[in-house]
């Protein structure tokens, strides 16, 4: 195609409405969680979403 000058046709023309924040995490920690365990079995973590 490219000796011949012919070249794709991207289809994907919808708007992007997502797109990458700069900067560091929007979502500080403000319970201050530590989830480093002192010794084994100590430390339990649950997510109830």
């Known amino acids: 195609m ?3 000058g ?3 046709i991207s ?3 919808t708007p992007r409405t997502t ?3 700069k900067g560091g995490d929007p979502r500080p920690d403000l319970v ?3 989830f480093a365990a002192p010794a084994p079995n100590r430390l339990w ?3 109830i979403t």
């Open 6 to 8: 012919l070249q794709g």
């Open 45 to 47: 973590v649950a997510d």
């Open 32 to 34: 201050k969680r530590e």
């Open 11 to 13: 289809r994907l023309k």
């Open 19 to 21: 797109h990458g924040g």
């Open 2 to 4: 490219k000796a011949v």
